[in-house]
């Protein structure tokens, strides 16, 4: 035996190294087609590897070699005693140089047993988890995440076990399989074997890329195809080809394939760094472009490769049968080609045996008692967690709850004891893979759904009952016409589970809700675990997060109850304020819903009034929606404003025959008119939608309003921006007064009432146009609130830059002019800073701060930067537009002094001579034209204000 083994190994390395010599019995596991096959593995890229090394004769690297024999069962034992007799290393020669095979040792022995074959690992080595979870391990007490020594099945990926439990897959192998460790040199003819030395770390990189001139079809998918191969082999030289141009040492391999036009899945390896490998794209994309048009796809989008689940596409769920058992195991193709956990679908036969036995109506209602114990049972005695079973479970419990058969308490017994198995917190990470990968339904609703659907039926003859599992608790109580009838009073506590041992609730229905009652059965039931497995979706706006225990009330009739509840929050952090009583509504996909009830602080509990029957919970959001000092502060600021826009008005009016003499300065006062009259308009619906019920017309009226006129507001500001661009940019430019005021009014009041009237009509027939808590556009489905927010962006930024140009225009020096001094510097610097602070609030800038507090978790110090800079907006419109405006305050002087003068000249009139009157009629008329004349300011003035004063 001996002797043949050492002609074995001969023929297996000539065979790997020359890819031509074909041994009759043994042979090499690996592909004749180097690096091109999707099957190819980390054992393979040995191959790879070992081919290149050819080319450098310096070099030593270990490799691993994969070979395997067919050999009866009486020789296997003196097989292993030969190998283990062997002297190592066993030197071979070859070509140039020597072979050195330091270790040959069996891996894995296929047999028959029992009439199914077993691979099973010979000494330290190991069956990967996957494979065993794949083909199930001999011992099927194994746990399913762990590996295995053993495994039911040959596996057809031809993998071996390995000394590490990591996934290969070599070529199609057949039992028992060895594993030879030979140890390759290429040196110079002569020469002997030097000491090993370690191999330099490869960098891989993997490749994503579409062919839109190649057609997938399904021989894509199969390794062995001619199509496969011939593509394989084309792309594999002309890319390696191409690489090598920029990469000397590259060495590309060919993974798969998926559809998308054709998507390739690569991978690269090199001695030398990947990280700039982008930079090569376009490159390589020259190279091939005479026989290709490729496209790269992003590092996010590269097709994931797997020995076991193929190639496939991004975002795309792989799947591979289960062995010897209904079902599938599932991978999704994750960001950068990389799988995510593997997700196990498979059914063990006792759910599956029971999931076909409950698809026939008939056989439901004939065994209905027999096969729920038959269900409970398997849940008490097998793991029932699993993705696949717990679907399984739930479609077994859907149809339970749908048949029209009577509940006793043996029956609701075995029903709660198998869902209180598959809401157990072992399970919660399993409802989270069921509510991902479920597209049309919401496995969590379904599941609560039939458990009020079952208990609904449940026919109790007296008294009260009390079924108590680790995962909920139940009490059901006969009630019977009775005027003195005490009140249901329970609480629900001491759940002896980690992470949810706080939590209690109690209930209480007075009795005087039965006294016209037929014959019925309350049932409550507890959950502590359903805050993590029920979706925080609600039907109202904010963002919350289940915070107590769900508590589900049932009826076997019809009747509608008030009831009290209370309920001990799990996260003692969250913000009290937002606490709101809840129901599970099951329509579409189901979410939580807060119509019909009622909540109130009670120290440190939230309690709830309810009018309905259903499964209850208490939401709390994780941010603080309620700030006390903002609040304060919007109060006070637009108390303010309103104040000040008065008198801004006002003051307007006074002086408007004084400050709209030409036709820029009417414009410009007519847009800060429109501004506080606008923002006075907004501020005021502001405060009623505040005291607006939601959900009411006329919180839809105020919501409209509140848009309207704050859209007004900013096209105004916008339109005082243009007006400010105009008069700097186009100096020879004119229009007539009546075409500015046209468009104008246009810009400022068209626009926005177009917008709103869409944004109206568009959401509100559908209920998403105000918000479920307050009287303000919605944020959801449709999201009204754009209607409001891009506008307001867009505003913004054409007025930034806007005051960026007023900046350019103080800093540049007029044509003539001389180099400015440090005094003029000075006088500079103060006028840009003072064109800050006086445009900013006047067009609308001061906005831009709120817009990081649309991001979650914000800085506080932002959200009091916005509410004080707008909610005193209409204080900072008085003091810059109007207060500090030179030609309001000469316009104001002047007519409080003429009141003056035109009464001291009356009372003068009665005692003096007409020669004063004349004179005094005669130099006001004189002053006025002085006036007039002396406001002419030459180019290069050094008071820049004076250069924008046709906007005055």
Avoid at 82 to 89: R, T
Avoid at 104 to 113: A, E, G, H, K, Y
Avoid at 749 to 770: K, M, N, Q, R
Avoid at 916 to 928: C, E, H, L, M, V
Wanted: proline share 5%.
């Amino acid at each position: 035996m001996l002797p043949r083994t050492r002609i074995m190994s001969w023929c297996l390395l000539l065979t790997f190294f020359y890819q031509q010599v074909e041994v009759d019995e043994p042979h090499s596991s690996n592909s004749p087609l180097p690096a091109v096959d999707a099957s190819i593995t980390e054992d393979s890229e040995s191959q790879i590897h070992l081919i290149r090394q050819r080319r450098n004769v310096n070099q030593q690297t270990e490799y691993n070699i994969d070979i395997e024999i067919s050999i009866s069962r009486n020789g296997l034992s003196t097989l292993l005693m030969d190998l283990a007799n062997f002297s190592y290393p066993i030197i071979l020669p070859f070509a140039n140089g020597t072979i050195n095979i330091t270790n040959i040792t069996p891996t894995t022995s296929c047999q028959l047993v029992n009439n199914e074959t077993q691979c099973t690992c010979i000494g330290e080595f190991i069956w990967n988890s996957t494979f065993c979870r794949k083909y199930q391990p001999c011992n099927l007490n194994t746990p399913a995440t762990q590996a295995c020594d053993c495994i039911r099945g040959y596996p057809t990926e031809g993998v071996f076990c390995d000394d590490s439990p990591i996934t290969t897959t070599p070529a199609q192998s057949t039992a028992p399989t060895t594993r030879a460790k030979p140890t390759t040199t290429r040196a110079k003819p002569t020469t002997t074997t030097p000491p090993m030395t370690t191999p330099i770390k490869k960098e891989i990189k993997k490749i994503g890329l579409r062919i839109p001139n190649q057609t997938f079809t399904a021989e894509l998918k199969d390794s062995s195809s001619e199509l496969y191969q011939s593509l394989t082999n084309d792309l594999t030289v002309r890319l390696n080809e191409a690489y090598r141009k920029e990469i000397p040492d590259a060495m590309v391999t060919v993974l798969g394939y998926t559809n998308g036009s054709v998507i390739v899945a690569l991978q690269l390896t090199s001695d030398s760094d990947l990280d700039d490998i982008e930079s090569y794209q376009e490159a390589v994309r020259t190279t091939l472009s005479g026989t290709y048009d490729i496209q790269f796809l992003p590092d996010d989008r590269i097709p994931c490769s797997d020995p076991v689940y193929g190639t496939t596409s991004f975002n795309t769920t792989a799947t591979i049968a289960c062995m010897g058992s209904e079902g599938d195991m599932r991978r999704q193709c994750g960001f950068n080609g990389t799988y995510g956990n593997e997700l196990n679908f498979c059914l063990i036969p006792e759910i599956s045996n029971l999931r076909e036995l409950t698809k026939s109506p008939d056989e439901v209602a004939a065994n209905f008692s027999s096969l729920l114990q038959e269900l409970s049972d398997v849940s008490d005695n097998e793991n029932i967690t699993e993705p696949g079973n717990v679907q399984a479970v739930i479609e077994i419990l859907t149809t339970f709850s749908n048949a029209t058969v009577p509940v006793d308490e043996a029956d609701l017994a075995h029903f709660l004891q198998t869902v209180n198995a598959v809401i157990s917190d072992e399970s919660v990470a399993t409802w989270t893979i069921l509510s991902n990968t479920t597209v049309d339904a919401n496995p969590s609703s379904q599941l609560l759904q039939s458990v009020e659907m079952f208990t609904s039926r449940l026919n109790l003859t007296n008294g009260t009952i009390g079924i108590k599992q680790n995962n909920l608790q139940l009490v059901a109580t006969k009630i019977t016409r009775d005027e003195n009838r005490p009140d249901i009073n329970e609480t629900f506590e001491s759940f002896n589970i980690t992470g949810y041992n706080n939590l209690s609730a109690n209930i209480i229905i007075p009795g005087n809700e039965f006294e016209t009652a037929e014959d019925n059965v309350v049932v409550i039931i507890a959950y502590p675990t359903w805050i993590d497995i029920l979706r925080n979706d609600t039907h109202f706006e904010g963002i919350f997060e289940i915070n107590s225990l769900v508590m589900t009330v049932t009826l076997n009739r019809k009747k509608t109850f008030t009831m009290n509840m209370t309920f001990s929050p799990r996260n003692m952090e969250l913000d009290y304020d937002t606490a709101t009583c809840a129901f599970w509504d099951f329509a579409g996909r189901g979410a939580w819903n807060d119509s019909g009830c009622t909540s109130s602080q009670e120290g440190g509990n939230i309690a709830c009034t309810c009018e309905h029957l259903t499964s209850f919970s208490i939401l709390m959001s994780p941010l603080s929606t309620d700030n006390k000092v903002l609040n304060v502060l919007t109060e006070i600021g637009i108390a303010i404003s309103i104040a000040s826009l008065l008198i801004t008005i006002i003051i307007e009016a006074i002086v408007w025959k004084h400050v709209t003499k030409n036709k820029t300065s009417h414009t410009r006062h007519v847009a800060i008119l429109n501004i506080a009259i606008n923002l006075l308009i907004a501020d005021i619906w502001f405060i009623v939608a505040s005291h607006v019920s939601p959900e009411t017309e006329a919180c839809v009226a105020a919501t409209f309003f509140i848009h309207f006129f704050y859209l007004a507001l900013f096209f105004w500001m916008f339109t005082l921006g243009l007006l400010l661009i105009f008069r700097l940019v186009f100096i020879f430019h004119d229009f007539s007064k009546s075409t500015l005021m046209g468009i104008s009014f246009s810009v400022g009041y068209l626009c926005p009432l177009i917008i709103s009237v869409i944004t109206i009509g568009a959401t509100h027939p559908t209920d998403e146009y105000i918000r479920k808590d307050a009287c303000w556009l919605g944020w959801r489905d449709k999201y009204p609130i754009l209607a409001f927010v891009i506008p307001a962006l867009a505003i913004i930024a054409s007025n930034v830059v806007v005051l960026i140009v007023v900046i350019f225009k103080l800093l540049r020096r007029t044509i003539g002019d001389r180099p400015r001094g440090h005094s003029e510097e000075q006088e500079t610097i103060k006028q840009i800073v003072r064109s800050i602070v006086v445009l900013t609030p006047i067009l609308g800038l001061t906005w831009g701060f709120g817009i990081p507090t649309f991001q979650e978790h914000s800085p506080d110090a932002f959200h009091y930067i916005f509410t004080i800079l707008n909610a005193f907006q209409g204080f900072f419109i008085f003091l810059f537009g109007t207060c500090l405006d030179s030609k309001v305050r000469e316009a104001l002087l002047k007519q409080f002094s003429l009141s003056r003068l035109s009464s001291r000249s009356r009372t003068v009139q009665t005692s003096s001579t007409g020669r004063f009157r004349s004179k005094t009629g005669i130099a006001f008329p004189g002053r006025k034209k002085n006036y007039n004349i002396t406001g002419q300011v030459a180019s290069g003035s050094k008071d820049k204000s004076l250069s924008y004063s046709t906007l005055h």
